[in-house]
């Protein structure tokens, strides 16, 4: 089946710290990859998101590229800041058998210290 | 814009009580879901619809029932609550690969 399998938090940081939150999946066909940003009291937002294989999504300084071969989505950023503190969840969609829905991982927790 | 909208942010029900989150959307988007967020399992998709008159299950349906009269409005039903589902509630749209959330309403079942 269809499956996303992200790093398990809370993580902490100091500010100007390097991220890396790792993001897995399972999916056959050629799924989107998706990160979905969470912040406290607030529904989720989107990232930023990759269509196909080797493609980069980047926003607000985060950037994940989309590796078939390893199946994988990792997050990364070079210098998280205070306001980068949220809930991050990664996911995907439209691989065969999805239909019209999305399979989301189980979140990571970021805090960032000044 | 509003966007998607959830009403209440905050409800305490008892067992076997029943009642309905709504969820309105104001960007005429044909699709919209509902979610449980519970720690450590991330979101389940409980029911989506994918117009007017069209509803269907999820990965968690049970305890749940949905109706879809208008583009606007997905209003999500508890029949008779449970403890179980203790939760908070997330209703989103979508438009081509990117879904809208709301900003959620926590469901306390004691």
């Known amino acids: 089946g269809n499956s996303v399998t992200q790093m398990e938090g809370p993580v902490t940081l100091s500010e100007e710290a390097f991220l890396t939150i790792n993001c897995t999946y399972t999916?056959?066909?050629?799924?989107?990859l998706f990160w979905y940003v969470q912040y406290p009291g607030e529904g989720l937002q989107l990232l930023l998101k990759a269509t196909k294989a080797d493609d980069k999504g980047s926003n607000k300084g985060f950037e994940a590229t989309y590796r078939k071969e390893t199946t994988s989505f990792h997050l990364e950023k070079g210098s998280v800041q205070v306001s980068d503190s949220a809930v991050y969840f990664c996911a995907l969609s439209g691989g065969f058998g999805t239909g019209n829905q999305f399979y989301f991982g189980t979140g990571t927790s970021l805090t960032v210290i000044p | 814009n509003a966007g998607v909208t959830q009403t209440p942010k905050f409800q305490v029900l008892k067992t076997g009580q029943s009642m309905t989150l709504q969820c309105a959307q104001d960007?005429?988007?044909?699709?919209m879901s509902w979610y449980r967020q519970d720690p450590g399992m991330g979101l389940r998709l409980i029911h989506y619809?994918?117009?007017?008159?069209?509803?269907d299950q999820g990965e968690v349906p049970n305890g749940y029932n949905v109706s879809r009269s208008t583009t606007e409005d997905f209003p999500l039903r508890l029949l008779s609550a449970a403890p179980s589902q203790t939760s908070v509630y997330f209703c989103a749209t979508k438009r081509g690969e990117t879904q809208y959330f709301g900003p959620g309403t926590r469901l306390l079942v004691l």
């Open positions: 999916a056959t066909g050629y799924p989107s």
């Open positions: 960007m005429n988007h044909e699709y």
């Open positions: 619809s994918v117009g007017a008159g069209i509803t």
